[in-house]
């Protein structure tokens, strides 16, 4: 019903950048709040940073003033620049939404298959 795709990972030294884009497609009627997530080999998948359909945004203290969150409503797709890249930023990044597909049904959680990121020291 829903989809979500990342892209825009890869490969990158130490202190660059990159960003990272979820676009959203299928049976939606509204998307409310979007994340980005990761999961680094052995550890646990964590929170990176949040936006609200009101543009409202959360992120973790290991990113704040180095990644921004933001989207784009009208092409359900959700972006994430980040910048002054660590090695501890390498994990594969997650999208995730909550999507609306139904008049009369509930907002239901959907993710993305993915994208790896990897930063070199």
């Known amino acids: 019903q829903v989809q979500l795709v990342e892209s825009g990972g890869g490969l990158v030294q130490a202190g660059g950048s990159l960003r990272l884009s979820c676009a959203a497609s299928?049976?939606?009627?509204?998307?409310?709040?979007m994340g980005w997530y990761r999961q680094a080999p052995g550890k646990q998948r964590e929170l990176v940073a949040t936006?609200?359909?009101?543009?409202?945004?959360n992120y973790a203290d290991s990113v704040k003033g180095r990644f921004t969150i933001s989207r784009d409503g009208a092409k359900n797709t959700m972006y994430l620049q980040m910048n002054s890249l660590r090695p501890e930023d390498t994990a594969v990044y997650y999208c995730?939404?909550?999507?609306?597909?139904?008049?009369?049904?509930?907002?239901?959680?959907?993710w993305g298959q993915g994208t790896q990121v990897t930063v070199s020291s």
């Open positions: 995730n939404a909550a999507v609306l597909t139904s008049p009369f049904g509930r907002y239901n959680d959907y």
């Open positions: 299928g049976s939606i009627i509204h998307i409310n709040a």
């Open positions: 936006i609200t359909n009101g543009g409202s945004t």
